[in-house]
C-alpha cells in the first residue's frame, strides 16, 4: 500500500522557517515525481515545488520563488520542503503527492497518492 505521511508543520512567527519531510513507504520514491501543494484557509489547493525523479525542480507558485526549496533523499524515501522567511500568507495545510510518473504536473489526474497534510500557520 502506497503511503506518503508529512511531518514538520507548526506555528512560526513571519521570518521564521520550517522544513516539511514527505516520508512514503510501501513504495520506492526513486521512480516518481513528487510535488508539495498547499491549501490556505477559504482558498484553492494550490501547487507549491515539485521535485522529478532525477531532482530537476519545478517551481508552481511565483510566491515562493527564493523562500522555498524541495529536495530529495532517495536512500530515506523522503521528500524535503525547505521554508524559509515565511510570511502568514504562506500559512496552510501543506500536502505531498507522489506522480504516477517521473515527471512534475499539477493535473489531478497525474498524481497517484496523496499524504494526509500538516498545518503550518504564520503568525506572530
Known amino acids: 500500500q502506497w503511503q506518503l505521511v508529512e511531518s514538520g508543520g507548526g506555528l512560526v512567527q513571519p521570518g521564521g522557517s520550517l522544513r516539511l519531510s514527505c516520508a512514503a513507504s510501501g513504495f520506492s520514491l526513486d521512480y516518481y515525481a513528487i510535488g508539495w501543494f498547499r491549501q490556505a484557509p477559504g482558498k484553492e489547493r494550490e501547487g507549491v515545488l515539485c521535485i522529478t525523479s532525477s531532482g530537476y525542480n519545478v517551481n508552481y507558485a511565483d510566491s515562493v520563488k527564493g523562500r522555498f526549496t524541495i529536495s530529495r533523499d532517495n536512500a530515506k524515501n523522503t521528500v524535503y520542503l525547505q521554508m524559509n522567511s515565511l510570511k502568514p500568507e504562506d500559512t496552510g495545510v501543506y500536502y505531498c503527492?507522489?506522480?504516477?510518473?517521473?515527471?512534475?504536473?499539477?493535473?489531478?489526474?497525474?498524481?497517484?497518492?496523496w499524504g494526509q497534510g500538516t498545518q503550518v500557520t504564520v503568525s506572530s
Open positions: 503527492a507522489v506522480h504516477k510518473s517521473i515527471y512534475c504536473s499539477t493535473s489531478v489526474e497525474n498524481l497517484r497518492s
